[in-house]
Every structure is written in structure tokens, then in C-alpha cells.
């Protein structure tokens, strides 16, 4: 009866641990089922639960058996001792602590690999071809990605199971062998026998006749375990594939030659080992028994000695020769693995020599020439539209519209509240889940134009949106975004507060789709999941309300679709359409199994494709997937497992399709690994011969690589200006530019890259060289250095590369901002080279027009006229008196920091020494010495032209 009553207990406390161990999966499951269930995923997210049913069930169900009865066996045959007879008398009692056991073993086992094996067998099992061959094996690529994977955790675990078994027959083996009962041995272990634990006898543990049993016992498991050996041994040439060793990623000679005919022979001496192994053991012959199973430890130890030799002293003497075409590998599988087979490389002769013609047809490419930069233009955001401390722009992102009918390329960003930055007084419950629930519109401003002061110039700003053109938003509400980190309850009691009217707020209630209705059932449930009582008790919460959970949007798609990468740069859409906005994410595919592929940096990954762009609504939170690289053997293979998730790009809005752009993060990886594998010849590609660098430029106060920029211009041979990603390359250890890589973003040739060499046989300059030039132009570099120390810092913008025709331009920007945490950075003058000429001017048709002289007049159409201010009749000495004071002037306005007083005395000082110029006949294209020269000879010449 005692009994009874310790084993109803023990059975009671095992099932409460359970469930309180369970209780926060069972949670999760019923709170995310009805999330995704909301968001239309339901099948998606039961496909991965379905999967690990189907699996973990059968699989838990026979290794529960396996161990079962093998236990059983073990104890039937092993235990002698009183305890384990007294044990065994009751069998009920006997069997119960048997199950608890094979329990326990075969649920650790199971939630080990469940989690990790049903992606591996339905990827199995809906695997898509490459139609691609290894060059050594020649299996198709879909083998490494899709199959091999599951074949090796399959075999991994037949092999930790029978590892498992033969280390419980041997524990069972040395316990009998010690004749003991097991309190005695117990006793002895914990000290408490006589003479303590220091005196055990372990000889009484492992004895010969010990030793022989354990080996007579485990010879059907240690049959099984060398043969799975040897298919192990033999798994692992397929990883030759992905060897680390010799010059490049991938097989080599070495591997081929040698560390492949080694695998294969042990794998072989495996399968006769498990033979050997078998029929020794049975016969108690503990040397026939080891001997095979010792040689292949021998033979492996042996290969490895060997390989090392043979790197050594054969191949590295002679490593071009015997390394070619392991070498051809690489570049070929690195080019495929990273989508950059297809770069089309063409060449683009620089002549400098532009038109007046070509400047005429190229105005759009000068109207889309960007003055302002991301960094410098997020604080501008944030200081004059920020309105309120809870609002944030995060980040500033590129794109282009038609706005107004003419193809224009914009900077934008989203107003999202973060409910982090309400002040402590307005951080109540209410306030952060039930009242604060939204952001509010975007900024907008294009990328060529800045006011007087050096703020871009807004085509869209304030709240409600006020917008200068015919962009409209009529859905301003921002209920998912990038700054959206905790849930909300909308429909409730409580207006929302919707946007801020002078000293007045204007509230709101939600009117979207989005959210999980509250009935009392999911009001308990998600109090729970949140950790919130109030969200429970709340009288603010009625019938109609709804909880809306995951509203960051990176967070969002990971949750439907943990499978594939996100870049962390989302960026926000005006879908022209319905006035609606929308974010759009790039989805990413990837694996470490592509044979004979370059791993990117430091990371394992060798193969990855951009071939998902995911659309967000940012109101409703409405989450769509679009498949847009359908080459991607890995995106169709996830197509076909999960089928309702992905949509085709031809569903995709017109609207939204036209803002997809290529990936940056993509581009920059592409961008670095193209340096090397652009070199197809593997003597070139060997001695890293023809191996290019990013460009550098001098950006903000530092110095850096160029990154890849979103640019605005017409290809050559092309009639239409594109929106375009572009990184200029050098040679390797010099500043001028060899090519320039680009990626085509605008309808049908999304996608695209190409990349245009410059010529060899003359110097293109290089951003670095244009940033040394601006440095030693005695004119710009000594006004940099004033301004630098007249309380303000002087910050360098992007230097940007700009193709016109078969010209290049450089444009660079340059900021202010007043030494203080209050000031953001202004844009205040802009640098323009152009072949030989260099030249800062306060805007940039007038830096234009002064380094292109009469080719851009005629189309010279200032932000600002040119005023007179009365110079006509003034004599010289009057207008050098003039230019004096307009200088102290603008000296003093630069000092208390009046920059539009600076720069309109700046403007009146140019037209007063133009005038003087005119008067005194000097010609501005002329040197100094020329000017002297000039003026020297007019004061010894009369009236009468004679010296």
C-alpha cells in the first residue's frame, strides 16, 4: 500500500513537471495559430507542425521500443544482483522503470532532430534541379543542397543510437561483472563502505572475462556501427567538394589525389572490419575481433600524414600546373553560386568631350544629380519634421517616382512613433498600448534640391501630408514599420490619438483589418504571452476590440517565413494607386552546400540569390511574398513545400513593381567577390594579376570605401535615363578607376548587371584621385580649412561617379554643421570635376556652368538670378572698396552662423569681381601669371597703343 501511494506521487509530480515544462510551447502554439490564422499563413505555419508530427511521432514511437526492449534484454541477462532479482520479481514494477527509461532516452533524441529533419525530408522530397553537374562526381548540385543533408543526419543518428546501446550494454556489463549488490556499489562510490571510496576495486569492474562478454554482446551492434561507419566514410568524400585546403575554396589536387582514394579504402576496410568485427566477437577472439577496425584508424592517420606530404611537397612546387583546373572550378561554381555568370562586361571609352548637344539630351541626368546625402539628411528629418519627441524617422531611403511627369529620383521616409520615447509621465498602460498606436506619413524631398539654408527642399511634409505635387496620401497611418515593436489593442474604449494639431490632438479609431478579436478566452491567453494583467482586467477593452501583435516588419516575415533571410533595410512605398503606403523587404535564399563556391567573408554561406521581395501594408499589415528570381532552384523547392505563400510577380501592383530595386546587400557582396572572379584565366586568377578595389572617397570626417549608390542616368546606347546601382572599381593599390559595376532596377531589366571597363591605356580618375585633387586646389582647400575653424565642421559628401555620353562627371557635396548637438548638417556647396577642371560652387547649375562653360549656358537656368547691385557705373577702386566690405560681411555672417546671409553676400561678392573682371578685361579661364601678365601690359601701353 505504501508502495502505491510513492508511486502515485512519483506518477502525479512527473506529469506536473510536464505540463508546466509544456505550458509555455502550448501557449505559444494556440497564440501564434491564431496569428497566423489572422494573416491568412495558417497552412504555412501547420505545414511545419504537421511535418514534425508525421516525423517525431513514428520516430519517438520506435526508438521507444528499440530501447525498450533492448533495456529489458540487458537487465534479463546482466543482473545478478539481489536488488536488481528483488527487482525483477515485480514485473509490472520492473517494466514501469524500464519504459520511464526508454522515455526519457527516446524524447531527448526525438526533440533533438525533429526540430532540424522535417525541412531536410520535405526539402528531400521536393527538391528542384540545379541542371547543374559537379565537375567531380557529377551529380547534380540539387544532391548536396536537398539530399545529402538528410542522408547524413540519418545516418548521424543510426549511429548516436547504436553508440547509445552499446554504452548501456557496457555499463550493464561492468555492474555484473562487479558481483556486487547495488547498494554496495553504491555505498563504495559515495565513500560510505568500508575503507571509502579510495579503496574501490575497479578490477572487479573490468575484468578479462568481463571485456570478452561486453564484446560477445555488442558483436550485432558493432556489425551495424562499422558498416554505417564505412557509408559515413563515404558520405564524407562528397565534403571534399567543400575542402578548405590549397589555393581556393573547393577539391584540390591533394584532395583528389589523395585524401579521396584514402576515404575510399577506409570505407571499404569498414564494411570488411564489420565482418571481422562480427565473427571474432562470437568466437571470443578479441584479435581478429580489432585488427580490421585498428588498421583503418592506421590507414587514416597514414592518409592524413600523406596528404600533407604530398601539399607539400608536390603540389605547392608546382601549384599553377597542378591546380589549374581545380582553380577553373572555383571561378566557374563561385560565378553560378552568386549569379555572377551573367555579368555582361562591355567596354566604355572615355573621351571627355561633351556636347552642347549631349548636355541637351542629358538634362534629365542633370536634374537627377544628387546634392544631398543619406547619413546628413536622416538628422535633417528627424530635427525639422520630427513635430513631436515621439516621432522618429530611422531611416532615409532612396527611390523613384513620376511626379508631375517627369521621372525623378527622391529620398523618403516613414514617421513612425516609438512608444519608447513618450515621456515618463505619458508611459501608463493606456497610453502605450490602447492611445499611442501609430505613426503618421512620410518626408519627402528630391535629391538635387536644397533651399537658401541648406535644408532639402520637401515636396512632401508636415502632418496631415502637405504635398507640392501630385503625390498623394490618403491612408497616412502607420500601424507597421520598422519602430513598431509592441502589440496594440485597437476598437477599444480609448480614442487613438491620431496626429498632433497645434495644442490639440486629433484622435481617431482604427478602421484596418489587422488584429485578433479579444473574447474573453484570447484576452486570458495573450495576458499570459504578453505578461500583462491589465490587458485582462482593462474596462477599456469591449467586444469589438482586437489585440495586433508582430507589427515590426522584419520581425513579421521572420515569423512566417524563418526559412529565408531579410535584409535589415527595408524601405517605405507611395502606391500612386490608393494613396496607400506600403514597405518592401528583401527576401533572401542561401546555403553552405554549393560545391566548389567561395564562402562570403567569414561566414560559411557560398550561395545566395535576392529571390523574394516581400510587400507590407503598412495599415493593415497585409504580408504577401513574391517569388522574383523563379532560377532559384531553392526558392521553388520552398514553392513547393509551402504552397500557398509565395504569388507569382505577376500578381505584384503595377505601382508597387515599379519601386522594387536591386538589393544592395546582394550588390555588395556581389561587388566584392566580382574584384576576384572577374579573372576567367587561371594564371591571371593565380597570381591575383588583374585584382581591383573598391574605390575610396573621403566621406563625412573619415575616409572609406565607396558603398554601392542608387544613381540616375542613361546607360550608353540607351535613350531612356534608368534608375541604377553603380561601384566604380580600381586596380588594385592605385586610386584610378578601371571599371564601374551596375545593376539595372527598372521593369524588364531588373536584374541585370553589367559592368563597363575603362580604358587601360589612359588614367580615368578615381574617386580617391578626385578627393586628392580637391585637396590640392589651393582655392577650395583653403576655404574648407577656413570654414573648419570658424566653429563649424565641414563634412564631405558621397562622391559621386556620373556618366554623360562618353564623359564622366564627379560630384561631390559638402555639409556644415555649427559645432553644437543642436545643428544637423547643412548642404552648402557642391563640387564639380570634369576632365582637368575643378570647381565649388554654392549650388549646383552654377558649378555646372562654370566648369562647362558656354556647352551649359545656353541651358543655364540658376536656382538664384545673378543681381547687379548697381556695379555698372562704378569705377574700379569703388568696386575693389565694394568686394572688401562684402567679404568682412560675409566673414561676420559666417561666424554667428547666418548661412543664408553668408551665402547671399557670397553671391553679391562674385558679381561684383565679375564685374571687375569685365572691366579690366580679364579673361576668367585665364592663370594668374596670365591675369599679372595682362594687367602689366596695360598700365605700360598709352592711348595710343604705344609701349
Known amino acids: 500500500m505504501k508502495n502505491k501511494s510513492k508511486f502515485g506521487i512519483i506518477s502525479i509530480s512527473v506529469l506536473l513537471v510536464i505540463l508546466l515544462t509544456s505550458f509555455g510551447s502550448i501557449l505559444k502554439f494556440i497564440t501564434n495559430y491564431l496569428w497566423f490564422n489572422e494573416i491568412g499563413y495558417i497552412k504555412a505555419y501547420l505545414t511545419k507542425i504537421k511535418a514534425e508530427l508525421v516525423i517525431g511521432v513514428p520516430l519517438f514511437t520506435i526508438l521507444f521500443l528499440i530501447f525498450f526492449f533492448f533495456i529489458k534484454k540487458l537487465m534479463k541477462r546482466n543482473m545478478n544482483s539481489d536488488k536488481m532479482i528483488e527487482i525483477t520479481k515485480n514485473k509490472k514494477r520492473a517494466n514501469l522503470f524500464i519504459a520511464l527509461g526508454s522515455v526519457a532516452i527516446s524524447f531527448f533524441f526525438t526533440m533533438g532532430v525533429t526540430s532540424k529533419l522535417w525541412l531536410e525530408i520535405l526539402q528531400f522530397f521536393n527538391s528542384q534541379s540545379f541542371n547543374v553537374l559537379d565537375p567531380i562526381f557529377n551529380n547534380d548540385l540539387s544532391f548536396y543542397i536537398f539530399k545529402l543533408p538528410l542522408i547524413n543526419t540519418v545516418v548521424g543518428i543510426i549511429i548516436n543510437v547504436l553508440f ?44 578479462k ?33 567543400y575542402s578548405p585546403r590549397g589555393r581556393v575554396f573547393g577539391a584540390g589536387y591533394t584532395d583528389i589525389a589523395v585524401t579521396l582514394n584514402v576515404y575510399r579504402i577506409m570505407a571499404v576496410l569498414c564494411i570488411i572490419s564489420a565482418f571481422t568485427f562480427f565473427y571474432g566477437s562470437r568466437k571470443k577472439n578479441l584479435k581478429i575481433a580489432l585488427v580490421v577496425p585498428v588498421v583503418v584508424i592506421a590507414v587514416s592517420i597514414f592518409g592524413s600524414m600523406a596528404a600533407g606530404v604530398v601539399e607539400k611537397f608536390v603540389v605547392e612546387p608546382d601549384q599553377l600546373s ?42 534629365e541626368v542633370i536634374e537627377n544629380i544628387r546634392i544631398n546625402d543619406k547619413a546628413p539628411l536622416n538628422q535633417v528629418y528627424n530635427k525639422l519634421q520630427g513635430i513631436r519627441p515621439y516621432y522618429v524617422f530611422n531611416d532615409v531611403d532612396i527611390d523613384r517616382y513620376y511626379i508631375d511627369g517627369k521621372y525623378k529620383q527622391v529620398y523618403l521616409s516613414s514617421r513612425e512613433l516609438d512608444q519608447s520615447l513618450l515621456n515618463d509621465q505619458a508611459k501608463t498602460w493606456i497610453n502605450q498600448y490602447l492611445k499611442y498606436t501609430h505613426g503618421y506619413g512620410i518626408a519627402l524631398s528630391q535629391v538635387n534640391k536644397v533651399t537658401p539654408q541648406g535644408q532639402p527642399e520637401l515636396l512632401i511634409k508636415d502632418i496631415p501630408p502637405v504635398s507640392n505635387t501630385d503625390l498623394e496620401i490618403t491612408r497616412p497611418e502607420i500601424y507597421f514599420g520598422e519602430k513598431t515593436n ?112 567561395q564562402p ?30 523563379e532560377s532559384d532552384p531553392i526558392v521553388m523547392t520552398y514553392n513547393e513545400i509551402f504552397k500557398e505563400l509565395f504569388k507569382p510577380m505577376s500578381e505584384m501592383p503595377d505601382e508597387i513593381k515599379s519601386h522594387i530595386r536591386y538589393s544592395k546587400e546582394m550588390f555588395n ?29 573621403k566621406y563625412m570626417a573619415g575616409e572609406e570605401k565607396v558603398i554601392p ?11 531612356e535615363i534608368e534608375f541604377l546601382l553603380t561601384i566604380p572599381y580600381t586596380p588594385q593599390a592605385k586610386d584610378n578607376m578601371s571599371a564601374m559595376l551596375v545593376a539595372r532596377n527598372d521593369g524588364e531589366n531588373y536584374g541585370e548587371l553589367l559592368l563597363y571597363k575603362f ?98 549656358s545656353e541651358n543655364f537656368n540658376p536656382q538664384e538670378p545673378i543681381v547687379d547691385n548697381g556695379t555698372e557705373d562704378k569705377t574700379i577702386e569703388q568696386l575693389v572698396k565694394q568686394s572688401n566690405t562684402l567679404f568682412v560681411e560675409a566673414d561676420n555672417a559666417l561666424k554667428s552662423g547666418d548661412w543664408a546671409l553668408y551665402g547671399e553676400k557670397i553671391n553679391l561678392l562674385e558679381n561684383t569681381l565679375k564685374k571687375l573682371n569685365q572691366i579690366i578685361g580679364v579673361d576668367e579661364t585665364k592663370t594668374n601669371e596670365e591675369i599679372q601678365e595682362n594687367i602689366n601690359n596695360e598700365d605700360n601701353t598709352d592711348s595710343e597703343g604705344n609701349e
Open 164 to 207: 547509445l546501446m552499446i554504452i548501456l550494454s557496457v555499463v550493464f556489463n561492468l555492474i555484473n561483472g562487479a558481483g556486487k549488490k547495488f547498494k554496495d556499489i553504491s555505498q563504495e562510490f559515495t565513500g560510505q563502505g568500508t575503507g571509502g571510496a579510495s579503496n574501490i576495486d575497479f578490477s572487479k569492474f573490468a575484468n
Open 209 to 241: 572475462s568481463t571485456f570478452q562478454r561486453i564484446i560477445n554482446q555488442v558483436s550485432f551492434l558493432g556489425f551495424f556501427l562499422l558498416i554505417l561507419f564505412g557509408a559515413k566514410i563515404f558520405l564524407s568524400t562528397f565534403d571534399l567538394l
Open 322 to 363: 597542378k591546380e589549374s583546373k581545380y582553380l577553373l572550378n572555383n571561378i566557374k561554381y563561385t560565378q553560378l553560386a552568386y549569379g555572377l555568370d551573367n555579368v555582361e562586361e562591355l567596354d566604355f571609352d572615355v573621351d571627355d568631350s561633351l556636347t552642347k548637344e549631349q548636355i541637351e539630351n542629358n538634362k
Open 486 to 597: 509592441d502589440y496594440v489593442i485597437v476598437n477599444t474604449d480609448e480614442n487613438e490619438f491620431d496626429y498632433p494639431a497645434g495644442s490639440d490632438n486629433v484622435e481617431t479609431k482604427y478602421e484596418g483589418t489587422a488584429g485578433i478579436n479579444l473574447t474573453f478566452m484570447n484576452k486570458l491567453l495573450f495576458s499570459i504571452r504578453q505578461g500583462s494583467y491589465k490587458l485582462l482586467i482593462s474596462n477599456n477593452i469591449n467586444k469589438e476590440s482586437k489585440i495586433v501583435i508582430n507589427r515590426n516588419i522584419i520581425k513579421r516575415v521572420q515569423e512566417i517565413a524563418p526559412f529565408l533571410s531579410f535584409e535589415n533595410d527595408p524601405y517605405v512605398v507611395i502606391n500612386k494607386d490608393d494613396g496607400k503606403l506600403y514597405w518592401i523587404i528583401d527576401g533572401f535564399t542561401m546555403t553552405n552546400r554549393y560545391p566548389y563556391s
Open 600 to 629: 562570403i567573408s567569414d561566414s560559411k554561406i557560398n550561395y545566395l540569390r535576392n529571390s523574394v521581395k516581400v510587400v507590407v501594408d503598412a495599415y493593415n499589415g497585409d504580408t504577401d511574398f513574391y517569388i522574383v528570381d
Open 669 to 697: 557582396i556581389q561587388a566584392d567577390l566580382y574584384r576576384t572572379y572577374h579573372m576567367e584565366n587561371p594564371t591571371v586568377f593565380f597570381g591575383r594579376e588583374d585584382n581591383w578595389d573598391i574605390s575610396k572617397q
Open 709 to 719: 549608390n542608387y544613381y540616375m542616368f542613361k546607360l550608353p546606347g540607351e535613350e
Open 759 to 856: 580604358p587601360k591605356n589612359k588614367t580615368i580618375q578615381g574617386t580617391a584621385l578626385i578627393e586628392s585633387k580637391i585637396d590640392q586646389d589651393t582655392e577650395i582647400s583653403s576655404q574648407l580649412t577656413l570654414w573648419s575653424q570658424k566653429g563649424s565642421n565641414v563634412l564631405r559628401g558621397n562622391t559621386l561617379v556620373i556618366p554623360i555620353q562618353n564623359s564622366l562627371l564627379y560630384v561631390e557635396p559638402i555639409y556644415m554643421q555649427a559645432d553644437t548637438q543642436s545643428n544637423f548638417p547643412e548642404m552648402k556647396m557642391v563640387i564639380v570635376a570634369y576632365n582637368d577642371k575643378i570647381v565649388m560652387e554654392s549650388t549646383l547649375d552654377k558649378a555646372l556652368d562654370k566648369i562647362l562653360g558656354s556647352i551649359y
